[in-house]
């Protein structure tokens, strides 16, 4: 891997980590940052960055980057699926939209112009999951330290959130 590139992927942790560390900064910015800093520095076409709390099987976006609020509300992965392999931290690399049974809406996908996807899951805290999920308009195969990267900025993310959650619990009138 050339030394531009892993100067951009360490210039952007340093630049995420310095945005959760000021008190000051919004944790909607900080998880746009973060999905927009994983689509670019990955070659992606757009990513989203859900939650799943402890009790409910709704993977709510709390985040998204490059993508349409069509296909966002459009259920094209089957969610299902999804939950059971987020909760038992399988990684998940779809890499063939149309020979894929775990995608229940390829006419959606299409339209966005998608074709493969990266999904890592997270743990947030012993009640709630995230997954950092980045699409592509072609087939990936993601290297070693894209790979890498995307699991330092998944985890950024939940540190990110971890550290709102702890503010607003010290500053309940905010």
Do not use: W
Not at 90 to 111: E, H
Not at 133 to 139: A, E
């Amino acid at each position: 891997m050339e030394a531009s590139v892993i100067d951009s992927f360490f210039f952007a942790l340093v630049r995420v980590i310095d945005a959760i560390y000021r008190d000051d900064e919004d944790l909607g910015d900080i998880l746009y940052f973060i999905v927009s800093l994983a689509t670019e520095l990955t070659g992606g076409k757009g990513a989203t960055l859900r939650v799943l709390e402890h009790g409910t099987f709704d993977l709510k976006v709390v985040s998204s980057y490059g993508l349409s609020k069509e296909y966002l509300g459009s259920g094209a992965i089957d969610y299902g699926k999804s939950i059971t392999e987020i909760q038992q931290g399988d990684i998940i690399i779809i890499n063939d939209f149309d020979n894929d049974p775990r995608i229940q809406n390829i006419d959606a996908a299409r339209r966005e112009g998608l074709q493969a996807v990266i999904g890592i899951p997270f743990t947030v805290n012993e009640t709630t999951y995230s997954i950092l999920r980045v699409y592509y308009g072609s087939k990936k195969i993601p290297t070693h330290e894209e790979m890498e990267l995307l699991h330092s900025l998944g985890r950024l993310s939940c540190l990110a959130i971890e550290r709102a959650a702890i503010n607003q619990m010290r500053s309940p009138g905010k």
